[in-house]
């Protein structure tokens, strides 16, 4: 599986931006697919995440202000950005997970300034 990620940039607080992701290769395997983001010295962590199994779930931290969504195939995830704040800043990371391996997107920056 393959991962390309766009969008982000840089956004004002309180703005919005969207991220995408396509995803190519062995679609059919993946079961989880979504995003996680990396502030400079701080651990990668969970955004959110769209199972076929459970659904979808949030970190606690963008509940209410993001929304993922995915097309039928599998195919593409998307990440809807709104209300950021400074502590949203961060490389966002498209990940998509089999059985068997976790894929990564090459990561792209959201800035938010205050």
């Known amino acids: 599986v393959q991962l390309q990620a766009s969008g982000g940039g840089l956004v004002q607080s309180g703005g919005s931006t969207s991220l995408s992701c396509a995803a190519s290769?062995?679609?059919?395997?993946?079961?989880?697919i979504g995003w996680y983001r990396q502030a400079p010295g701080k651990q990668r962590e969970k955004v959110a995440s769209?199972?076929?199994?459970?659904?979808?779930d949030y970190s606690d931290s963008v509940k209410g202000r993001f929304t993922i969504s995915r097309d039928n195939a599998w195919n593409s995830v998307y990440l809807q950005m709104n209300d950021l704040q400074p502590e949203d800043t961060a490389k966002y990371y498209c990940?998509?997970?089999?059985?068997?391996?976790?894929?990564w997107g090459q990561g792209t920056q959201v800035t938010v300034s205050s």
């Open positions: 769209i199972s076929r199994d459970v659904g979808i």
């Open positions: 290769g062995s679609t059919f395997n993946i079961n989880v």
């Open positions: 990940n998509a997970q089999t059985i068997r391996n976790h894929y």
